[in-house]
T-cell receptor, first 114, second 111 residues
Framework: DTAVSQTPKYLVTQMGNDKSIKCEQN?????MYWYKQDSKKFLKIMFS???????INETVPNRFSPKSPDKAHLNLHINSLELGDSAVYFC?????????????FGPGTRLTVT | RKEVEQDPGPFNVPEGATVAFNCTYS??????FFWYRQDCRKEPKLLMS???SGNEDGRFTAQLNRASQYISLLIRDSKLSDSATYLC????????????FGKGTHLIIQP
């Protein structure tokens, strides 16, 4: 069973469009995250969400919005896509209160904006 | 000074050799430290946590030097399968603003 899954795996779209990436975890974790990994392989956290509290990285444009229908899902919605949004987006989850903060990552969604 | 810094490499190392690389961090209040491994076009996976007293897991040894603000990863008897990018992670607080990944060190084990 896949612990953290994301769909779609690949997403190609044009500038200006709105798109969503879905993420689901079956680990029973209470915190989920979205990361962006750009072409230089730099992995940067965008959001963390622990079912009650959303913590936003202040450098993330407000075109990006996480939406959590329930504890096991954290979707990422992106409005007005720009060329610079092209990257691999990883979802992850962890036990917020866990001593190790080990994060389990999904396989990633490769977004290409043309 | 960047928050978390790593030598990007690549480190080209013959199979069987020992290799070590460091990761420096700028926030002296950082609380938790980890090494993750990321294979090409795959997701990062936890390799090991880094404890204050240092810890070992098979061929891998992690060390923390709080005075000089760096963590290290040592790989002994390197295998071809160790080829990957190694990311250090530093946690300075709760939530998105306290968790920082380094850019990673690319390791290539050569036969």
């Amino acid at each position: 069973d896949t612990a953290v899954s994301q769909t779609p795996k690949y997403l190609v779209t044009q500038m200006g469009n709105d798109k969503s990436i879905k993420c689901e975890q079956n680990l029973g974790h209470d915190t989920m995250y979205w990361y962006k990994q750009d072409s230089k392989k730099f992995l940067k956290i965008m959001f963390s969400y622990n079912n009650k509290e959303l913590i936003i990285n202040e450098t993330v444009p407000n075109r990006f919005s996480p939406k959590s229908p329930d504890k096991a899902h954290l979707n990422l919605h992106i409005n007005s896509l720009e060329l610079g949004d092209s990257a691999v987006y990883f979802c992850a989850s962890s036990h917020f209160a866990g001593p190790t903060y080990e994060q389990y990552f999904g396989p990633g969604t490769r977004l290409t904006v043309t | 000074r960047k928050e978390v810094e790593q030598d990007p490499g690549p480190f080209n190392v013959p199979e069987g050799a020992t290799v070590a690389f460091n990761c420096t961090y700028s926030n002296s209040a950082s609380q938790s430290f980890f090494w993750y491994r990321q294979d090409c076009r795959k997701e990062p996976k936890l390799l090991m946590s880094v404890y204050s007293s240092g810890n070992e897991d098979g061929r891998f040894t992690a060390q923390l030097n709080r005075a000089s603000q760096y963590i290290s990863l040592l790989i002994r008897d390197s295998k071809l399968s160790d080829s990957a990018t190694y990311l250090c992670v530093v946690i300075s607080g709760g939530g998105a603003d306290g968790l920082t990944f380094g850019k990673g060190t690319h390791l290539i084990i050569q036969p």
